[in-house]
């Protein structure tokens, strides 16, 4: 499985971005799947999460409210819409997925990342 971020860039605080991921050699039908954000100097951190099925729906609590992930089977895609953006948003973001049901936090395919850069 290939996974392929793009949409991220430079915006200003308060501003919005749609990121996207699609995936090739699966469907993203039977996985689930997620988004994680790596800030210069700190470790990789969780985003947002989809469940296989979109049961299940998980964001950080600092994204809460301003982040949505969501996912178009027809597109074999998945988005993180990015509102109301901080500067602490600032991060290389990494759309991930797994063959297991909810996996939490730990996934196992990733893709390569695209740079989101929030200006005060």
């Given at each position: 499985v290939q996974l392929q971020a793009s949409g991220?860039?430079?915006?200003?605080a308060g501003?919005?971005?749609s990121l996207?991921?699609?995936a090739s050699g699966r469907t993203f039908s039977s996985?689930?799947?997620a988004w994680f954000r790596q800030?210069?100097?700190k470790e990789r951190e969780f985003v947002a999460s989809l469940s296989m099925g979109n049961r299940y729906i998980k964001y950080a609590d600092s994204v809460k409210g301003r982040f949505t992930?969501?996912?178009d089977y027809a597109k074999n895609t998945v988005y993180l819409q990015m509102n109301s953006l901080k500067p602490e948003d600032t991060a290389v973001y990494y759309c991930a997925a797994d063959d297991r049901?909810?996996?939490g936090t730990?996934?196992?395919y990733w893709g390569q990342g695209t740079q989101v850069t929030v200006s005060s």
């Open positions: 991220g860039g430079l915006v200003q501003g919005s971005l996207t991921c699609t996985m689930a799947t800030a210069p100097g992930i969501s996912r049901y909810n996996p730990s996934y196992y």
